[in-house]
């Protein structure tokens, strides 16, 4: 569809599994929307339209593509922004490379990958791809703070269907490991800006040797917003290391869990430090030579094998030293992928719930569950999981059928706290001191750093900060229990605390404020109870937490739903969590099945069409909205949802029933008798439709197929796959 001024609604291209899905729904979506003259228009934010569009200047006049996220990101700021956004691919140093030479194979003559730029050019291209690492998507378009939370249907089916989960015993060895100081924890500077303060300011580093180097420039500070500088020491966490393999008890798998796509500069080194102390006997014995070969620790141990493949020595030797070393937690230890491998295998907020859930259990190299040690090094935040594991220990695992559902409210607004951090997270290139220094002269913040400590400075905002209470202080009200997720022991709580006590008391509410560990014990209690919890925190916890719960809820937090409600008016609707896409699509490549949930779709989609009638004053929306209500309840009531296996449904068959049980809300509504006279036929056909259509759908499956690739698929190939079916495809239009 052509790009209009003002679409009514905006639904966002992506990658993988979401994307795979989009070309069986959207269509429906479309087709049910024209009726109702709403515009339904899309918006490419995929890792490889992103690439495509940082390189005009090397692509053709056909090839080129327009930075749809940079006009995302100002329509965000505006009350007409209504925008369906899915799960993105936050892309690794190794998915980012994938992307690029998948793209060069189909005929784009884009640049590779500087690893070690020198020429200005190659710096140039570097600071390109950069930007399209990691989180680049969420702090462009995420203009609001986060309300999300299970749907009532969703949450209804999974206590009257529960998913399965492991037991737990007190005495598993699982647990989890933290450094006991010098992490980015222990080492937080906080202050919030003053008038005086405000304006620009600049982030320098002073070597031991007296040389002072400028890391970045143009900074700007406004009044009331909390500005934070910390640092990981380099030293201590290779320490950390060492201690934890050293240690290990047998029969308990060693991991590391991270966050390498979020926070796309510090958690790859940490990653890196992991792979180089794990692998340090075969490294003194062959560093000069897999250096040469170009590898880089931060890659993992998947790129030192793909290095190494054709020197049988080395391979001997990297075998018998991972064959030394304590059992690692396997990604696939089928195909012999460890914890280690790539940095973006192993996403914390995903990795650690599916621990927990399985009742502290991880698979190990022989393909056999063992109790895990789960390293998390920083304890900002790893006091969440290592509390949550000892209450387990302490009372069994949790019954899904009984327990109260936990929602959440999110500071992440305008690039809040650590996820805001990447431009200004540096590795310190000698020993020396990094200082933040305003304008007017004054050292906001002062680090003493060594070679290859992490530092890094976040913000966050006072509007956002103030909205976020506000909103934390609605959404307790509507559910009752509640706590803010603070630490005054932390320099940055300390900050936000002062701005969330005053607000309370304004308020007139009493809404306790906890740290994480405290925190993660409240809200267990209170969901065993069966009552519902709001938890509200900042920006990581918010995305912690929206995996922890759901998935030990749920079994999965892509059916959850996050409203997204933007500071100037818009609305932002977020769609789940896109963790184990890739296995999605990998299903799907080889055995045509696609089992993607798109509930999470569904609800977004429902939320949206609500806030465009409100909005916009369209109460054909709003009736569009009702019937998806339905539409979803009866999909979960009559197990209508994607399965596992080939010959079960999958998601396009859900597709076909969201379509006709839409169809039918709709034809038997009284509000609109236009709508419904269209409909009425629309519905019939797909009801008598049934059987050819179902066989069309599930006759495709069970073989390979082709999508013309993985980050840059041929539309036209998927569109074959993703609508197999005739029938249908004729009814929708």
């Known amino acids: 569809m052509a790009k209009t001024e003002t679409p009514d609604i905006i639904y966002t291209t992506v990658d993988e599994a979401p994307e795979l899905a989009s070309a069986s729904l959207l269509p429906i979506i479309r087709a049910f929307a024209g009726a109702a003259d709403i515009s339904v228009e899309t918006r490419d934010i995929s890792v490889a339209a992103r690439i495509l569009s940082a390189f005009p200047d090397v692509l053709t006049e056909d090839q080129r593509v327009s930075d749809d996220l940079a006009e995302l990101g100002q329509l965000v700021k505006t009350p007409e922004a209504n925008v369906i956004k899915l799960p993105n691919v936050s892309a690794s140093v190794p998915q980012l490379v994938a992307a690029?030479?998948?793209?060069?194979?189909?005929?784009?003559?884009?640049?590779?990958?500087?690893?070690?730029?020198?020429?200005?050019?190659?710096?140039?291209?570097?600071?390109?791809?950069?930007?399209?690492?990691?989180?680049?998507?969420?702090?462009?378009?995420?203009?609001?703070?986060?309300?999300?939370?299970?749907?009532?249907?969703?949450?209804?089916?999974?206590?009257?269907?529960?998913?399965?989960?492991?037991?737990?015993?007190?005495?598993?060895?699982?647990?989890?490991?933290?450094?006991?100081?010098?992490?980015?924890?222990?080492?937080?500077?906080?202050?919030?800006?003053?008038?005086?303060?405000?304006?620009?300011?600049?982030?320098?580093?002073?070597?031991?040797?007296?040389?002072?180097?400028?890391?970045?420039?143009?900074?700007?500070?406004?009044?009331?917003?909390?500005?934070?500088?910390?640092?990981?020491?380099?030293?201590?966490?290779?320490?950390?290391?060492?201690a934890e393999v050293a240690s290990m008890e047998p029969g308990v798998l060693f991991s590391v869990h991270l966050k390498a796509t979020m926070m796309k500069v510090s958690d790859p080194i940490i990653f890196g430090h992991f792979v180089s102390v794990y692998l340090e006997d075969f490294l003194a014995k062959h560093g000069s030579a897999v250096e040469a070969l170009g590898w880089n620790p931060n890659a993992g141990i998947g790129d030192l094998e793909a290095r190494i493949a054709d020197n049988a020595e080395l391979k001997a030797d990297l075998a018998a030293a991972l064959a030394d070393k304590p059992p690692l937690y396997m990604v696939n230890s089928d195909n012999g992928i460890t914890n280690l491998h790539v940095p973006s295998d192993v996403i914390i907020d995903a990795s650690m719930p599916a621990v927990i859930r399985a009742g502290g259990i991880g698979w190990g190299p022989d393909g056999k569950a063992a109790d895990t040690k789960c390293c998390i090094p920083d304890n900002c935040y790893a006091t969440v999981y290592d509390e949550t594991i000892n209450y387990f220990k302490e009372n069994g695992k949790l019954d899904v059928t009984t327990c109260g559902a936990v929602s959440n409210v999110g500071l992440m607004a305008q690039k809040a706290e650590e996820y805001g951090s990447h431009p200004t997270t540096f590795e310190a290139p000698a020993k020396g001191v990094i200082r933040i220094v305003l304008d007017n002269g004054e050292v906001l913040h002062a680090h003493e750093v060594?070679?290859?400590?992490?530092?890094?400075?976040?913000?966050?905002?006072?509007?956002?900060?103030?909205?976020?209470?506000?909103?934390?202080?609605?959404?307790?009200?509507?559910?009752?229990?509640?706590?803010?997720?603070?630490?005054?022991?932390?320099?940055?709580?300390?900050?936000?605390?002062?701005?969330?006590?005053?607000?309370?008391?304004?308020?007139?509410?009493?809404?306790?404020?906890?740290?994480?560990?405290?925190?993660?014990?409240?809200?267990?209690?209170?969901?065993?109870?069966?009552?519902?919890?709001?938890?509200?925190?900042?920006?990581?916890?918010?995305?912690?937490?929206?995996?922890?719960?759901?998935?030990?809820?749920?079994?999965?937090?892509?059916?959850?739903?996050?409203?997204?409600?933007?500071?100037?008016?818009?609305?932002?609707?977020?769609?789940?969590?896109?963790?184990?896409?890739?296995?999605?699509?990998?299903?799907?490549?080889?055995?045509?099945?696609?089992?993607?949930?798109?509930?999470?779709?569904?609800?977004?989609?429902?939320?949206?069409?609500?806030?465009?009638?409100?909005?916009?004053?369209?109460?054909?929306?709003?009736?569009?909205?009702?019937?998806?209500?339905?539409?979803?309840?009866?999909?979960?009531?009559?197990?209508?949802?994607?399965?596992?296996?080939?010959?079960?449904?999958?998601?396009?068959?859900?597709?076909?029933?969201?379509?006709?049980?839409?169809?039918?809300?709709?034809?038997?509504?009284?509000?609109?008798?236009?709508?419904?006279?269209?409909?009425?036929?629309?519905?019939?056909?797909?009801?008598?439709?049934?059987?050819?259509?179902?066989?069309?759908?599930?006759?495709?499956?069970?073989?390979?197929?082709?999508?013309?690739?993985?980050?840059?698929?041929?539309?036209?190939?998927?569109?074959?796959?993703?609508?197999?079916?005739?029938?249908?495809?004729?009814?929708?239009?």
């Open 450 to 733: 060594e070679t290859g400590d992490i530092w890094r400075s976040a913000t966050a905002k006072k509007a956002p900060i103030l909205d976020w209470i506000k909103l934390g202080i609605e959404r307790t009200k509507a559910t009752g229990k509640a706590a803010f997720w603070l630490d005054a022991n932390r320099a940055h709580d300390a900050e936000i605390i002062k701005y969330v006590t005053p607000a309370l008391k304004a308020a007139g509410i009493d809404i306790p404020i906890m740290a994480p560990r405290e925190a993660t014990r409240f809200t267990l209690d209170v969901m065993t109870k069966g009552e519902d919890c709001v938890t509200i925190t900042g920006n990581v916890l918010r995305d912690y937490l929206t995996d922890l719960f759901p998935i030990l809820e749920l079994g999965t937090s892509a059916k959850m739903l996050s409203i997204v409600k933007l500071m100037n008016g818009g609305g932002l609707f977020e769609t789940g969590a896109g963790g184990s896409a890739p296995k999605h699509v990998q299903q799907l490549m080889e055995q045509n099945h696609l089992r993607w949930d798109s509930l999470g779709e569904f609800c977004a989609l429902g939320e949206s069409f609500k806030f465009l009638a409100e909005s916009k004053g369209k109460k054909a929306a709003e009736i569009l909205g009702t019937a998806i209500e339905d539409a979803t309840q009866k999909v979960l009531e009559n197990g209508n949802s994607p399965e596992r296996k080939v010959g079960q449904n999958d998601n396009r068959t859900s597709h076909y029933w969201f379509a006709r049980y839409w169809a039918e809300s709709l034809a038997a509504q009284g509000e609109d008798a236009a709508l419904a006279a269209h409909f009425a036929p629309i519905a019939e056909k797909l009801a008598a439709g049934e059987s050819t259509i179902l066989a069309e759908l599930q006759g495709a499956e069970g073989n390979a197929v082709d999508l013309g690739g993985y980050y840059h698929g041929d539309p036209a190939k998927t569109a074959a796959v993703m609508r197999p079916s005739a029938t249908l495809n004729a009814i929708i239009g």
């Open 100 to 242: 690029i030479k998948e793209l060069q194979s189909q005929g784009f003559a884009l640049p590779d990958y500087p690893e070690d730029p020198q020429t200005d050019a190659e710096k140039d291209v570097r600071k390109r791809y950069d930007a399209i690492k990691g989180s680049a998507v969420n702090p462009v378009l995420r203009e609001g703070n986060s309300d999300r939370r299970a749907a009532k249907a969703v949450k209804s089916y999974a206590m009257q269907n529960p998913h399965s989960m492991g037991d737990w015993s007190a005495d598993s060895k699982t647990h989890v490991a933290s450094m006991d100081g010098n992490d980015f924890f222990a080492n937080e500077t906080s202050a919030t800006i003053t008038a005086a303060q405000a304006g620009g300011a600049k982030i320098t580093f002073t070597g031991s040797d007296g040389s002072e180097t400028v890391l970045k420039d143009g900074l700007s500070y406004a009044e009331g917003e909390v500005v934070d500088a910390t640092f990981l020491s380099a030293t201590a966490l290779r320490d950390f290391v060492k």
